[in-house]
């Protein structure tokens, strides 16, 4: 079997994680928790195997819906494995069982190489009909960071490093869903809009939850503090607000998608229409 290209460096990441400062505030984690939460209680169905997979699924227990009344998550997770939390390979994907029906995944999909694949190896370990739930940090996020080091390594060097890890927009989402086998895709876009005293002040937070350039083909060169400084001021005039401080665009795709099954709806055969397009809509021919 042929490897993806290897475009994040994940010994890395999970060095970053090691090195987390306990006292920064993992705000994005909460945000996004609370969300799956929210979203768990509205669906009215039961959930008897349900598996969380990513960093913070080895963090808090979520409240759903099940026969009992409460279910507790399977964990794993793809970067940082823990007792009740066991190291994953993203890209072979062997799972305590097979036959959940429910699989989360928060933030692994920002930090796979192969995309399309993690979710269809998701989609296999489900039963008919599960449910699979995954959030990723959307394609706009820390768009003002990296164009203030896009245009500080302009300044300094003449040229251009990839310092900020692409993420998935909003745009592909569904077609990933579509190609990874996943029957009644749906996605979606929170925004959320971050301000900070300075660029200086998000840099320190970002190092602190050891969210550093995770690229594989990154920089050779450190950041130099004649970068920072330059990239900070940059960033005071692309996203600088009149009270000096500085606004960060975070947004989190949300994808659905559920194993298929023969009791889901299915697209009407193309020519089985019974009423004309025009006889709704009341034009003339």
């Known amino acids: 079997m042929s490897l993806p290209p290897r475009v994040f460096d994940r010994e890395l990441i999970a060095q ?41 699924g080895a963090r808090l227990p979520l409240l759903g819906r099940s026969a009992n009344g409460v279910f507790s998550f399977e964990r794993a997770s793809t970067i940082l494995g823990s007792a009740d939390a066991p190291l994953v390979d993203p890209e072979l994907l062997v799972l305590p069982q097979t036959g959940y029906d429910l699989i989360v995944s928060l933030f692994d999909l920002q930090v796979v190489n192969d995309v399309p694949g993690f979710l269809s190896r998701l989609r296999a370990h489900l039963r008919p009909d599960g449910l699979m739930i995954a959030a990723t940090l959307g394609g706009n996020s820390l768009i003002e960071l990296r164009q203030a080091l896009l245009e500080a ?34 996605t979606d876009l929170e925004t959320y809009p971050v301000r900070y005293a300075d660029a200086l002040k998000l840099m320190r937070e970002l190092k602190g939850l050891g969210a550093q350039n995770p690229l594989a083909d990154r920089p050779d060169r450190m950041a130099t503090r004649t970068l920072i400084g330059t990239a900070a001021a940059a960033y005071q005039q692309i996203a600088g607000d009149p009270d000096g401080r500085v606004r960060a665009t975070l947004e989190i795709i949300w994808l659905l998608g559920w194993a298929p099954h023969d009791s889901q709806q299915k697209p009407l055969r193309r020519g089985s229409a019974t009423v004309s397009l025009r006889d709704v809509l009341g034009k003339d021919g």
């Open 16 to 56: 970053h994680l090691l090195r987390r400062d306990p006292t920064v505030e993992d705000f994005v984690g909460q945000i996004v928790l609370d969300d799956l939460a929210a979203r768990l209680i509205t669906i009215t169905r039961d959930f008897e195997q349900a598996l969380i997979i990513g960093p913070e």
């Open 153 to 186: 390594d302009s300044q300094l060097s003449g040229g251009a490093f990839a310092r900020v890890a692409p993420f998935i927009p909003l745009a592909d989402a569904g077609g990933l869903l579509q190609r990874a086998g996943l029957a009644l895709p749906v």
